[in-house]
């Protein structure tokens, strides 16, 4: 029974292992397709640059999607634990949505393009 038991405590060891070598190879791959997509439009002169009006789209989303995951989730946490620590669960990405949104507003107004 102790060899069993031994045997499951290192199997259950080997899985954060296994996970962070497989995420490393999904990350090295990706990088590594990437700059051969990128390469391919250069050759191709189908490249274009990166443009800000693009970053503040994407700025636009991640804002939405934070304050859309940050106000239910300190109203749960209100409720159940009141105010304590672990309504910081719900705020820290409501205000992180907040913030970039007060920055899409911003940059709104300046001419990028």
């Known amino acids: 029974m102790e060899a069993i038991e031994s045997i ?20 090295f791959y990706f990088l590594k397709w990437y700059f051969e997509y990128k390469k391919f439009l250069i050759n191709a002169n189908l ?8 970053f503040r789209l ?8 934070s304050i859309a995951s940050g106000i239910p989730l300190t109203i ?6 009141g105010i304590s620590l672990p309504v910081l669960g719900g705020a820290i990405p409501l205000s992180i949505g907040i913030g970039l949104f007060v920055f899409y507003i911003i940059t709104l107004k300046k001419k990028f393009d």
């Not at 499951?8 to 990350?27: D, M, N, Q, Y």
């Open 8 to 27: 499951v405590k290192l199997v259950i060891a080997l899985i954060p292992v296994i996970g962070i070598l497989s995420g490393s190879f999904v990350i």
């Open 47 to 54: 490249y274009q640059p990166f443009r800000i009006k693009d």
């Open 58 to 65: 994407l700025i636009l989303l991640i804002s939405i999607l």
């Open 76 to 81: 749960v946490f209100i409720f159940v634990y």
